[in-house]
């Protein structure tokens, strides 16, 4: 039950993180090209591989924890698109390029084209 709660109270802040981030970001610099999604991606990457290489060189008891609320939560309602570049990362630490390219080609065009069909029977159900 504690980690549902630690994963929750990130994902609440880092969801409202991320809609203050877009606000901002539309507000200082409006385009129609999604630069805010594109550096929310880049930022929360970036913050997952510096919390998961801090973790890994001081090994603190609280690590669980802290990866629980910051990684999962924080970051995974920031942009889940750091737990999926840290995927990638660890299938290629472990020599599994194979697997992680797959990873990476599939979970982009299958995730594009299952929003499309999505819209596509919202669309033909209207």
Known sequence: ??????????????AMARYGFYSVTGHFWPSSFPY?????????????????????????AWQNEARLFVAVGVLGGFTTFSAFSLDAITLIE????GQAILYALASVIVSIVAL??????MR???
């Open 124 to 126: 033909l159900a209207a």
């Open 36 to 60: 805010a999604t594109m550096l929310i991606n880049v930022i929360g990457s970036l913050a997952m591989g510096v919390l998961v290489g801090l973790l890994a060189k001081t090994l603190p």
């Open 1 to 14: 039950m504690q980690a549902y709660l630690l994963v929750g109270a990130g994902g609440a802040l880092g």
């Open 94 to 97: 472990r020599g599994q390029w």
């Open 116 to 121: 499309f069909l999505g819209l596509l029977l």
